[in-house]
């Protein structure tokens, strides 16, 4: 079976090629659904925009820089509290967002010299902060603001400050992956290669699109630690601007989501020879063979075969209980584009779960090769899903538990299906041992929440009271309720 | 002694306490039953307006996007809003109004919106759909233009402009509550069905307070139907609850059809809900019912339990929508609180600076109340920073850091509040939003002490 054109999509027939159901012996090369091409308009999609891909995703993780957005307020105020990625400074990327605020005035006149102010401002407001970025937005794009040159004038003129300019206004490209593009790129251009680090180990990787939510880079952060091996670049999760100008120095690039990063190690290849390792860091297996590449890179395959022997014995009999609880349980994966096959067989081969549809939102060709060669057959698909479609996907496959963002999730809910945070995970960390466990138990307790059991029940329905004088087997109760019309009980609703 | 005005000294901002007009026009456009809004424009700009609307209801409110690429960048984006239209029609049959509301992009680009509205009507919808109406409402909201404030009121003004059409007098009251919560609605149905009147509810958002059914169909909609905005035309009066979220709506139904417009100051506490029945009464000849006056009495006796002994003196920011800070102010100084620092985040200034509402408060305070306008949240941490001592902030969760970094107790109160669990779902407004606010900024100065082991023992015997 190729693609499915669903019911809901009658009226708009170009979504069949973004929507397939795995049968045997297919060959993903015949049967690839479309991806990353235009949205089809208001088909309620659930992509983000170009800005959202540059400032939310990947800019907004750093650490120790300020963001400033160029355009109207809310392109910052809708980026800000969104996200859940941690680091060590206090959490200074969480907690603030700047804006030039463009009025009419600006649009008309150009946003230049307000642009200036508000750099200045803000390095004022925070003296300790001497790194910035500016992102270009849609209206600033369209009258053609030159960021780069009042980025420099202000560097010029305040001598201590460095300034990243990224052009990522929202009508560019097809959804939130084209910002990632334009930051990989343009960071790789204007930026790499301007910092020399302090080098401590003789071993040092850059860790590649890890974005610490809920401190899933700290995990990693801390493997590396104990095998020896020093992160010079993390990409950008707990990221520091200036270590991240020094990714060239590093041995190897590890690579995370290859999605939205895969970009900077393939010019970190190119330009300076540094190999890139994709890892997967989700699931046990997938976690010891990612270390165990590292390890047998560096020729330190003792130290990797340590780390992962402590680590499986703290966490292996936590997800073996789990495990028995979860084996045959049914999952959707909607998330962004690479979790569908990072996730798929870590739930399959090491949960014993059953995954019957994936969706994503920015997902590549790549993407989905790599998702529908690792995951089952009769496994249903999906590019750029969207409501309708996954409200008819539920009733074909019946989840017992859905991966996806918090709208949806408050969407499913009120069709009795728990939904688990896939982006900003529900109680992470999820990466690495301890990760994949947390995973487990946030499933579990989704799953098995007597919640869903009361969801379900209609109190009106009175099949109760005849289970109960089935149970009382005509033996006379304490209190007759007999005379009673059955309205006096629970009104009708 | 007074109400001192000033402007935030930068161009710049740091913090945004206000989202920009396209997110104010969702929101009200959320409001009518059988509406998906469009939003024509970048996809982030009706994505992350449905996140911020989960973020604060845990619900999933259905907006589309004309999804805007390059090529509409370079030749303009009027094709999409065509294929969007035609996609959402054809695609939701029950669906029967779709606002158009413009972005900062397509209002730079200059698509005729208008021009697309008349085109889709002849050529497509009379052709397929002849028996179905579907109001295509052009909403133009460019994002560099005020802010959400302006861009509710706007969506609120053209909607209605669009609809109302008149026929027979309804007996009725349109009730323009501005950007409030299901909680407040509730309460706002619950005064006008105790005095007796009959009302049409612009927009009536409780339902957006949804519960999970058996059957599987509990769904957050709003309940303001295409019928209802019609029928404005034909309302005794109307009643403005937020002046700066509603009042150009009104004002058009009085100048095009006769109707009305009063403007109620924001019923936030004991004088503020006084009015508002007063105006009902004076509107609809309907009598105050006793049982308000019980409920009146209620929330007196609750402020009277806690204004002398805690709530007296303690130093308070609020900021958040302009009439809500407005009413939160004059809530305060009833119960004794001094408001000493105002911040209204958008460029309105030149209305703000003339509020009736401020005028009065100033002749009520002996100290200074500080309004900014134009403010972000560095104003209000720059004080803190500069010395400014507080004990209370009243505001939305985006300046959560502050309250968090600083130390000072702070009661979540409008949108967004989505750092405190189902605040949505207790009112504000009306005798029993005063009851809500006196108790809870009461528990939460009571917290503190404990917290800080400040005279935490008076809460012994009390």
């Given at each position: 079976m190729p693609f499915v054109l669903f019911k809901c999509d009658e009226a708009i027939p170009e979504r069949e090629k973004h929507c397939y159901v795995k049968a045997p012996g297919e060959d993903v090369h015949e049967y690839l659904p479309a991806a990353n091409i235009a949205t089809i308009p208001g088909s309620l999609t659930e992509r983000g925009c170009s800005y959202c891909g540059a400032k939310l995703v990947i800019g907004g993780a750093i650490k120790d820089c300020i963001q400033m957005i160029h355009g109207p307020v809310g392109c910052a105020y809708n980026t800000w509290h969104t996200k859940r990625y941690l680091s060590d400074n206090d959490n200074f990327q969480l907690k603030h967002v700047c804006s030039t605020d463009m009025k009419e005035v600006h649009i008309v006149y150009g946003g230049m010299k307000r642009l200036e102010k508000a750099i200045k401002e803000a390095f004022e407001a925070y003296p300790n902060i001497k790194r910035m970025i500016v992102y270009l937005t849609c209206p600033t794009a369209l009258i053609g603001d030159d960021i780069d040159r009042v980025a420099k004038k202000v560097m010029r003129e305040l001598g201590d400050v460095d300034i990243f300019c990224v052009s990522c206004p929202g009508f560019a490209g097809v959804s939130q992956s084209k910002g990632h593009h334009e930051f990989n790129m343009e960071w790789m251009r204007g930026k790499v290669g301007e910092y020399e680090p302090e080098i401590t180990s003789p071993y040092t990787v850059n860790l590649i699109g890890e974005y610490n939510i809920q401190g899933d880079g700290f995990v990693f952060e801390d493997y590396m630690r104990r095998m020896g091996i020093q992160v010079?670049?993390?990409?950008?999760?707990?990221?520091?601007?200036?270590?991240?100008?020094?990714?060239?120095r590093a041995k190897l690039n590890v690579v995370i989501c290859a999605r939205s990063?895969?970009?900077?190690?393939?010019?970190?290849?190119?330009?300076?020879?540094?190999?890139?390792?994709?890892?997967?860091?989700?699931?046990?297996?997938?976690v010891a063979e990612g270390i165990r590449k590292i390890g047998a890179f560096f020729g330190i395959e003792d130290r990797a075969e340590k780390l992962i022997a402590e680590e499986t014995a703290k966490w292996k009999p936590k997800l073996d209980w789990y495990r028995k609880r979860l084996a045959g349980k049914k999952i959707c994966i909607w998330t962004g584009g690479p979790r569908l096959w990072h996730w798929v067989k870590a739930f399959e081969d090491e949960l014993g779960m059953r995954v019957v549809a994936m969706s994503c939102k920015f997902g590549h060709p790549d993407d989905f090769e790599k998702a529908i060669s690792r995951g089952s057959e009769g496994t249903i698909y999906i590019d750029d899903g969207n409501e309708l479609e996954f409200f008819e996907v539920i009733e074909m496959v019946k989840p017992d538990l859905i991966y996806t963002g918090p709208r949806v999730g408050d969407l499913v809910k009120k069709l009795h299906i728990p939904y688990l945070n896939g982006h900003g995970e529900h109680n992470g960390p999820y990466m690495g041992f301890e990760g994949f466990v947390n995973m487990a138990r946030d499933m579990y307790n989704a799953i098995y929440s007597p919640l869903w059991?009361?969801?379900?029940?209609?109190?009106?329905?009175?099949?109760w009271m005849e289970e109960l004088e089935e149970e009382d087997g005509g033996e006379e109760s304490g209190a007759d309720f007999s005379g009673m019309e059955s309205g006096e009980v629970g009104a009708e609703g | 002694m007074g109400v001192v005005l000033v402007e935030k000294p930068r161009e710049g901002v740091i913090n945004p306490m206000y989202n920009c007009q396209p997110c104010g026009a969702q929101y009200v456009c959320i409001g009518i039953k059988d509406c998906i809004p469009l939003v024509h424009g970048g996809q982030g700009c009706c994505t992350f307006v449905r996140l911020l609307f989960a973020q604060h209801y845990k619900e999933n409110f259905s907006i589309a996007s004309t999804s805007l690429h390059e090529d509409a960048a370079v030749f303009g984006g009027m094709k999409k809003i065509e294929e969007a239209v035609k996609v959402l029609v054809r695609r939701h049959p029950n669906l029967r109004v779709i606002p158009i509301i413009?972005?900062?992009?397509?209002?730079?680009i200059g698509d005729d919106v208008e021009g697309v509205i008349r085109k889709l009507k002849r050529t497509f919808l009379e052709k397929e759909f002849p028996d179905r109406e579907v109001y295509l409402i052009p909403i133009h909201t460019p994002s560099y233009s005020g802010s959400h404030v302006k861009g509710y009121d706007t969506a609120m003004f053209s909607l209605v402009a669009y609809l109302a059409e008149k026929s027979e007098p309804n007996g009725k009251v349109n009730v323009f509550t501005g950007w409030m919560n299901p909680g407040d609605i509730r309460e706002i149905k619950h005064i006008l069905a105790e005095m007796g009147v009959d009302y049409i509810l612009l927009m009536d958002i409780e339902g957006f307070d949804s519960p999970i059914m058996p059957d599987r169909s509990g769904f957050a909609t709003g309940n303001t139907t295409v019928e209802d905005i019609r029928d404005t035309a034909n309302s005794t009066a109307s009643i403005v609850l937020c002046k700066y979220e509603g009042f150009k709506a009104a004002e058009f139904l009085e100048k095009r059809f006769g109707v009305p417009a009063v403007v109620t100051p924001t019923p936030i506490g004991i004088r503020n809900t006084d009015m508002f029945l007063k105006n009902l009464r004076r509107?609809?000849?309907?009598?105050?019912?006793?049982?308000l006056v019980e409920e009146r009495g209620r929330a007196i006796d609750a402020m009277v339990d806690l204004a002398h002994m805690f709530l007296a003196d303690k130093r308070v920011a609020i900021y958040g929508d302009p009439d809500l800070v407005i009413g939160l102010a004059q809530f305060c100084v009833e119960c004794e609180m001094k408001p000493v620092l105002l911040l209204f985040g958008d460029d309105a200034s030149k209305h703000y600076a003339k509020d009736e509402r401020l005028v009065e408060l100033e002749s009520k305070v002996e100290y200074d109340i500080e309004v900014v306008m134009n403010a972000d949240f560095w104003e209000l941490e720059r004080r803190i920073k500069d010395g400014l001592k507080l004990d209370l902030i009243l505001g939305h969760s985006k300046g959560r850091y502050v309250s968090i970094d600083y130390g000072i107790p702070m009661v979540r109160v409008g949108f967004p509040t989505f750092d405190r669990a189902g605040l949505w779902r207790y009112p504000v407004v009306g005798y029993n939003g005063a009851i809500w606010l006196a108790e809870t900024i009461a528990n939460t100065i009571f917290e503190d002490m404990e917290r800080r082991k400040d005279r935490e023992w008076i809460l012994n015997v009390w």
């Open positions: 010079i670049g993390h990409f950008t999760g707990n990221g520091s601007y200036d270590m991240l100008r020094g990714m060239h990063a895969g970009y900077i190690a393939n010019e970190l290849k190119r330009r300076y020879g540094i190999p890139r390792l994709d890892i997967d860091p989700w699931g046990f297996e997938y059991e009361l969801a379900k029940e209609d109190i009106r329905n009175d099949e | 413009t972005t900062c992009s397509t209002e730079t509107i609809t000849g309907r009598r105050i019912p006793d049982s």
